[in-house]
């Protein structure tokens, strides 16, 4: 991913019409395990191994997980910062210490700040099937 443009469209081609803002969608998610959706916000961080997953901004110290259909694409390294809008699936899951640990050490946290994963997280989570960052 570090020699990706640092804007454009990524895996599936994104028509940005239509998408909510990430404050909507857990409006929308209410009673539902999943449902597909386009979604638009800013991306707070991103993978730097390899740029194959990224986070995107909820609210206050809120981030919502975007990983990307069957590993088939990545995004740029530098893409922090940056609108992006997702197009796929969101759903409820729930993520283990052992994966959320894994996670930390992707965006280089340091061992004290892994350490601190103790709990496994239940949250919303987004399979994209395509990112079109601006």
Same mark, same amino acid.
């Given at each position: 991913?570090?020699?990706l %443009?640092?804007?454009g469209?990524?895996?599936?081609?994104?028509?940005?019409?239509g &998408?909510?803002?990430?404050?909507?969608?857990? =409006?929308?998610?209410?009673?539902?395990?999943?449902?597909? &959706?386009?979604?638009?916000?800013?991306?707070?961080?991103?993978?730097?191994?390899?740029g194959?997953?990224?986070?995107?901004?909820k609210?206050?110290? @809120?981030?919502?997980r975007? =990983?990307?259909k #069957?590993?088939?694409?990545?995004? %740029?390294? #530098?893409?922090s910062?940056k609108r992006?809008?997702i197009?796929?699936? &969101?759903?409820f #899951?729930?993520? =283990?210490?052992?994966v959320?640990?894994?996670? &930390?050490?992707?965006?280089?946290?340091?061992?004290?700040?892994?350490a601190q994963i =103790? @709990?496994?997280?239940?949250?919303?989570?987004?399979?994209?099937?395509?990112?079109?960052i601006?």
């Amino acid at each position: 991913a570090k020699n990706l %443009p640092s804007t454009g469209n990524f895996g599936a081609k994104i028509n940005p019409k239509g &998408a909510i803002n990430m404050n909507g969608l857990a =409006t929308k998610m209410k009673g539902k395990k999943e449902m597909k &959706a386009k979604v638009e916000g800013t991306i707070e961080a991103v993978c730097q191994k390899k740029g194959c997953w990224m986070t995107l901004k909820k609210g206050k110290d @809120e981030n919502m997980r975007v =990983t990307f259909k #069957d590993y088939g694409f990545f995004v %740029p390294l #530098d893409a922090s910062g940056k609108r992006a809008v997702i197009e796929g699936v &969101a759903r409820f #899951d729930t993520t =283990t210490v052992d994966v959320l640990r894994h996670y &930390a050490e992707d965006e280089g946290l340091s061992k004290e700040e892994i350490a601190q994963i =103790t @709990e496994p997280e239940i949250a919303v989570v987004f399979v994209a099937e395509g990112v079109l960052i601006k």
